[in-house]
T-cell receptor
């Protein structure tokens, strides 16, 4: 599984967009990019995934660069409840390999 | 909507004892995963089952074993417990796509195991 690199922490003002970057320069052609988040000791929660194209759902948008070596998760209007650890995971099929995610702190 | 159920939610054991954690996946999900998250650490994959057969194995100690039963629930059995086994244990379930190339995993609330 490809390795990912994320900033250890980020702050965001409530109501503003939160943009969380992820580098995955060793991603292979059939590997997906997944984003999960974990709110204080709760079970990780799926946010979004993508392969090549940008994706959007009710929670977030995922922007993947054309060379697929990096991506950005966008929470369009961050709320205090979005404070969590955000994990960018690259893989194919089965298990999820969690690396060190980004602690996002949303502040009022 | 039904979620993944884990029991017990909290468990306290002594060193060298055994523990059994249970996981009930979302109905109709065919795959179960187990993850371990130590204090201040990120979740680590232990083992997974697809249609009651072991499908992948991570850094699971030999003292641990797991299985998936005919009703798709899964159990993680842990023997000769050590202090370092104290952790949150998450179960997740998914329904693999027909191509089996990606899947969205739904996590349970976890079992917090404390070994004294």
């Amino acid at each position: 599984d490809a390795k990912t690199t994320q900033p250890p922490s980020m702050d965001c003002a409530e109501g503003r967009a939160a943009n969380l970057p992820c580098n995955h320069s060793t991603i292979s052609g059939n590997e997906y990019v997944y984003w999960y988040r974990q709110i204080h000791s709760q079970g990780p929660q799926y946010i979004i995934h993508g392969l090549k194209n940008n994706e959007t759902n009710e929670m977030a948008s995922l922007i993947i660069t054309e060379d697929r070596k990096s991506s950005t998760l966008i929470l369009p209007h961050a709320t205090l409840r979005d404070t969590a650890v955000y994990y960018c995971i690259v893989g194919y099929g089965n298990k999820l390999v969690f690396g060190a995610g980004t602690i996002l702190r949303v502040k009022s | 909507a039904a979620g993944v159920i884990q029991s017990p939610r909290h468990l306290i054991k002594e060193k060298r004892e055994t523990a059994t954690l249970k996981c009930y996946p979302i109905p109709r999900h065919d795959t179960v995963y187990w993850y371990q998250q130590g204090p201040g650490q990120d979740p680590q994959f232990l083992i997974s089952f697809y249609e009651k057969m072991q499908s992948d194995k991570g850094s699971i100690p030999d003292r641990f074993s797991a299985q998936q039963f005919s009703d798709y629930h899964s159990e993680l059995n842990m023997s000769s417990l050590e202090l370092g086994d104290s952790a949150l244990y998450f179960c997740a379930s998914s329904l693999l796509t027909s191509g089996g190339d990606y899947n969205e995993q739904f996590f349970g609330p976890g079992t917090r195991l404390t070994v004294l």
